[in-house]
């Protein structure tokens, strides 16, 4: 694979650019046994060397919460392209091939065009951002993120002034992404997702790259991924292909499929129940013999950072 994470004295991502040099230090690492080190620490609730790392930016709105062990947010997934059972992803997301992989940056961009995901990333430092994570379906987690604000990859291809919203695209390999071959799937693939321009400008919209101080697995969403903390899981589309600019708002996966029960917003509201589902708690995963309920916040928990964009809105109206 192609993405490295930084830890305490590596260089900064912007200075190993040149793919040669990505590929050169990975098998530096396969060597000196730092893989199975960087593998252990994935089975710990808290990897200590990260807290404080010098290599990324701790971010303000997470001190307070409790980080979910890794394997619970690696073995209960959602990520239909390889099943619809919890385990499906993580029993089969490794057929997926990530190395290489482009994304295509089009629509209403200046500089448009498929680039290679070392281009993408170069000249971007990595951050770690804790955030909870809400699904529809009434459970939730606190994973610590390794990415950045999509903002900057979007000005590196400059949307044009017509741009008001962007839509995701995920991978679609019928060989390799065997829930993609159901004939009965309750959604259409590609897996597609949007957010508004100014949402996807928000500090908040991160794309990730790595979680617990690791790359990404396939089953997360290897190797670059939407998240957006404030809104329901399913916004956060996994395995990015491309990014499109455009005016107006484009077509969403779950949108499509059920658009009485999921619409094109999703912030996570506890006041508007989903039709199956009270959105009022949540089952927080990980918390075994002590299975634990706790109140869903308003968004998410992010109100007092993006509350103002939805002003004046009617949010049961705009779910
Ligand atoms: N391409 C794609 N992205 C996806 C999904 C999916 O099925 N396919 N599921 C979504 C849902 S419903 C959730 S809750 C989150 C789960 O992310 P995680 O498995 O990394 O926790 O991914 C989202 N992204
Ligand atoms: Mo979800």
Redesign the pocket.
Known sequence: MLIRIPRRGDPKQSEITPERVYRARRDILKGSGALAALAAIRTNALPSDWIDSKGYAKHEPAPDLEITPSPY?TQ??????FGTDKDD?MRHADAMTIDPWSIEVTGLVAKPGKYAIEDVLAGIDLEERIYR?R???AWS?V?PWVGFPIKKVLDKYEPLASAKYVKFT?YLNEDEMRGTRSFFSS?DF??I?GLRLDEAYHDLAIFAVG?YGDELLN???APF??VVPWK????????IVKIELMERQPPT??NNSAPQEYGFYSNVNPEVDHPRWSQASERVLGSGLFARNQPTLMFNGYADQVASMYEGMNLRRNY
């Open positions: 947010t209960y997934n959602n990520f239909y392209e992803p994570l699904c529809v379906e987690a994973i995920t959604i590609p897996y997702e979680m089953q997360n969403g991924r939407l329901y899981g399913f916004k956060s589309i996994k395995s996966t779950w």
